[in-house]
Every structure is written in structure tokens, then in C-alpha cells.
């Protein structure tokens, strides 16, 4: 899972990306990217770390242009430790393209190959981001009449890429000359809106992975992306847009809404923040079939994603509500930190207990979802050891008991605690009393209660079952596969395609 911005300015571009990114720290704390453009040269740094560390005064400064991309990192196919691997990437033929992807593809190797042995293009990494760069380009290259690119060829070129491509992809690109091109996956697995501002030299547009980017950037709100839509900007802020594939029947991404995304955001025109209060009201629900309530003396959120599930189900079953745990929020999430010694390491130096909320009470502790189990055993161990009497656990998610091929490091069913295990085990496993499960159809239930329209959604890592219709065992083993790669420290910097360390 990345973070995405692509924005057509009417000034320098570079510290609103920033800026934008900041917003969108959440989506990845791998590594961070920015690439502008001045019209003649594309220029570009990025490098591992959080934004505010990647970027200082002289890489801003070596990113001139009035149009720009950026992303944050969440690895997941690739090596998280390569800051080659970062983007965005750039290719010089055709035209020149800076990119940035949000998702995975699933057929990314077998791409990789036709592009090396029939398209004749070379990939230098491991990223299955720079293999849909290369079919982008190569794509643009036959769309293109002789050495100019109009609309209507970018747009076809867009429809070649769906044709060959299978997975998961947000995408915004730069073509050297011509302008931004943004494009989704057409079952919009990922998510990608576009918002717009008026200035006094003209209109600005901005493409991002969330709302809160473009509302916390002074952009407003104009709509999702379709699925499988392409929406060009030229570099005078002319907008057109095409539906580049028919036929798909459009599935986001249900982990959004339960996890990833800010409860801050509308996606798909659903309120994140009011879907996870839906999410608690059908957990409440359950619970009290479940559980005798006369046994709980007080509800308390794991924070923070959890905090709006937690309350409503408080409300809703009259229950008392109490903060008891403590973030710092200065560790980073601990769910997509790459390792599992690391995010163990994690869980005590993010969360602090508040002793006299636990002592000598039964309580109930809400979290949006258990993955691997690691964070929710360090809690529970937390909570008795300050002196609860008893603790029950309650999921606003259901079990997770399946890897997830479309951006969610998930790569293998072992390390799902749910997997081939039912309620009781796990919560002998985390030492919690008794643990509840949200049901499938009642997560699905609460993001479409607020958009009917939305019928299906990409559910994989509970149900098992993949939209794109390409998952075999054999490609599951594979994905499992560790990572490898080796750290380059520092940023990298670049101007017109040459790369030089920037320490």
C-alpha cells in the first residue's frame, strides 16, 4: 500500500507535494519520492525514510517545475531495502515519463519477461512498479504517430495496458512535453481522486490516493477516479478524460476502510470514518449474542484506527468507554513495518497502559483487525499486567485467513493467525478470554449501507476469493517467496535521467 499525488500547478509545485505527502504518511513509511518538471527537465529525489526525512532545504531546491508527482512507500512486491526501488521512476523513451504506482500486479514476471524478450526493454529492478512503467511507455510508444502523442493515443495506449495487465493499480505519470495522466485498475482496487483549485493565474489540479490530500491542500473535492478511467491534464490545465476498459465490475478495496485509510477521507463516496462507526454498530451487535455484557465493565479502542468502531459499540450497548491505552505517535504503524522482530519491538514503544482504567475490571479491547496476532499478544499481556481482571478482544474486521496479492503485505498464510484456526484457539493464542470476529457480510454491510451502489469489493484476504480471476496456488507460493535486496543509504537525485548520491 503507497500514497500517491500528482498535481498541475500554476507556480512551483514542490513544497505543496510535500506537503501532501505529509497527508499521506500514513499509506507508507518505507521510503518517499518526489519528480517535478520545469518544462525542459524532469528532476527528481527520493530516498528511505518518512517525508520530513527524506527531504531537506537543498532537495527541495533541486525541484524546480510547476508540475509534479510524489508517493510514499509501503513495499510489498520488490525489496524494501533498495532505495533504487523508491519512486517515483522514470523512463527517457518515449517522450521522457516520471511514475508512481499504488497497488501490485500479479502477472508482474511474466510482463517483466515479454518486455525484455519482445518488447526489447530492460528492467533494473525488482519492482513491479518499473515493469508497468515499461508497458506504459512501450504502450505510448506504438499509440504515438511518428514523434508526436495526442489524446486520443494516450488513451489507447491506456486501454492496451488494461489488456495486458492483471492486479491492482492507482497510477500517476508525467509525459515530458505534454502533461499528467492518472489512471486506475478497472475494478478500482486502489483508490485515486481528483480535486481542483482556482488561483489567480488559473485553475490547479491535484490527483491523490485519498481526499484528505487535496481538502488539507486547500484542493476541493471533484470525484473519484473510474475504474479503468484515465484522466489527462495538459501542462496548460486542460482536462479530458476516457473509460479505457468495458466489461469489469468494480471491487475497492475493503481493507481501506477498515485499516488503511484516514478516517478523515471519502472514498467512493463513503465516509471512512463513518463506515468504521457502521462497523462497530453490526460488532455490537453480534457481541451481544455473543457475550453476556452484565461481564464487561468497560470498553476501550486499541488506538487509534479502531477508536470510532470502539465508541459506537459502547454507545450502542450502553457500556462505559475509556481511553486506556496510550499512543506514541512517534513510532510508526505498526502493521505495515517490514519484520516481524521489528513490529513485536514496536508494539511496547508505541502503546502505554493507564493502570487505574484496567485495574481489577473486565475489559473489552476493540481493534479494527488482528493480522498476525503479534500486536494484539503484547497487548492483552499489557492489560492483565496492569492489573485487568479479565480481557475479552473483539475484531471490527473478520478473521484474516488469506494472503493478499493486490498492495497488503500479507505474503503468506502462516503468519495469518486466523489461519486453519477457529475463535477459541486464537484468543488461547493472544491469552484473551474470548474474542469476537466481525462477520464478513457486516463489514461489507457498513461501507454499503452508505453507498448501495457499491455491491462487491475486493475482500480476498477474508473470503480467499480474488477478483482479477488469475490466483493459483503456484503464484501464491511464489509471492510468498522472501524479499531480498540490500540498503543504499541516504536519497537519490536526478536530473534528466542521470543519477547522483545526494548524502
Not at 526489447?120 to 506504438?142: G, M
Not at 480535486?195 to 487535496?214: F, I, P
Not at 455484557?293 to 450497548?317: E, F, T, Y
Not at 498464510?413 to 475463535?423: F, K, M, S, Y
Amino acid at each position: 500500500m503507497c500514497g500517491i499525488i500528482g498535481v498541475v500547478g500554476r507556480g512551483p509545485v514542490n513544497q505543496l507535494i510535500y506537503d501532501s505527502l505529509l497527508l499521506l504518511q500514513h499509506r507508507g513509511q518505507d521510503a518517499a519520492g518526489i519528480a517535478t518538471s520545469d518544462g525542459s527537465h524532469f528532476n527528481m529525489f527520493k530516498g528511505h525514510g518518512l517525508v520530513r526525512d527524506v527531504f531537506r532545504t537543498r532537495s527541495m531546491r533541486s525541484l524546480p517545475g510547476f508540475s509534479g508527482i510524489g508517493q510514499v512507500r509501503y513495499p510489498t512486491a520488490g525489496s524494501s531495502e533498495s532505495a533504487e526501488e523508491a519512486q517515483p521512476f522514470y523512463v527517457n523513451a518515449p517522450f521522457g515519463i516520471t511514475f508512481a504506482h499504488n497497488g501490485n500486479l500479479t502477472n508482474w514476471l511474466e510482463l517483466r519477461e515479454s518486455l525484455f524478450r519482445v518488447d526489447q526493454r530492460h528492467i533494473n529492478t525488482n519492482s513491479d512498479s518499473e515493469v508497468l512503467l515499461n508497458v506504459l511507455a512501450h504502450e505510448l510508444q506504438r499509440a504515438a504517430s511518428g514523434v508526436s502523442l495526442d489524446e486520443a493515443a494516450i488513451f489507447k495506449a491506456v486501454r492496451a495496458l488494461h489488456e495486458r495487465v492483471k492486479g491492482a493499480y492507482a497510477v500517476v505519470a508525467q509525459i515530458s512535453g505534454y502533461g499528467m495522466l492518472a489512471f486506475r485498475d478497472p475494478h478500482g482496487i486502489r483508490p485515486l481522486c481528483l480535486g481542483s483549485m482556482d488561483t489567480a493565474q488559473g485553475k490547479e489540479w491535484m490527483v491523490a490516493s485519498e481526499s484528505v490530500a487535496l481538502e488539507g491542500s486547500g484542493f476541493a473535492f471533484v470525484r473519484d477516479v473510474e475504474p479503468g478511467e484515465a484522466i489527462f491534464i495538459s501542462l496548460d490545465g486542460k482536462i479530458s478524460s476516457q473509460r479505457c476498459s468495458e466489461g469489469y465490475q468494480h471491487a475497492p478495496c475493503i481493507f481501506e476502510y477498515v485499516y488503511f485509510a484516514r478516517p478523515d477521507s471519502v472514498i467512493e463516496g463513503v465516509s471512512v470514518y463513518g463506515s468504521r462507526l457502521r462497523m462497530g454498530e453490526y460488532l455490537a451487535d453480534k457481541l451481544a449474542r455473543t457475550l453476556p455484557l452484565g461481564d464487561i465493565d468497560v470498553v476501550m479502542p486499541i488506538p487509534d484506527s479502531s477508536r470510532p468502531a470502539a465508541m459506537q459499540l459502547a454507545q450502542r450497548l450502553n457500556l462505559e468507554y475509556r481511553e486506556g491505552l496510550i499512543k506514541n505517535r512517534y513510532v510508526g504503524r505498526t502493521f505495515i513495518m517490514p519484520g516481524q522482530a521489528v513490529r513485536k519491538k514496536s508494539v511496547r514503544q508505541k502503546l502505554n497502559t493507564i493502570g487505574v482504567e484496567f485495574q481489577g475490571k473486565n475489559v473489552l479491547l476493540v481493534d479494527d483487525s488482528i493480522v498476525r496476532g503479534t500486536t494484539s499478544r503484547e497487548i492483552v499481556e499489557m492489560a492483565r499486567a496492569a492489573g485487568a481482571n479479565k480481557v475479552y478482544m473483539a475484531s471490527a474486521a473478520p478473521p484474516v485467513r488469506y494472503q493478499n496479492v493486490y498492495g497488503i503485505d500479507m505474503p503468506t498464510q502462516d503468519e495469518l493467525i486466523a489461519n486453519g484456526r477457529d475463535e477459541a484457539e486464537i484468543a488461547r493464542i493472544i491469552g484473551a478470554d474470548a474474542l469476537i470476529y466481525q462477520d464478513i457480510d457486516d463489514m461489507q454491510r457498513a461501507v454499503n449501507d452508505l453507498n448501495p451502489k457499491l455491491t462487491r469489493f475486493d475482500a480476498s484476504c477474508f473470503t480467499g476469493e480474488y477478483i482479477t480471476g488469475d490466483i493459483t496456488p503456484e503464484l501464491l507460493a511464489r509471492i510468498a517467496e522472501p524479499r531480498n535486496g540490500d540498503r543504499i543509504g541516504g536519497g537519490l537525485q536526478f536530473n534528466m535521467g542521470f543519477a547522483a548520491n545526494d548524502n
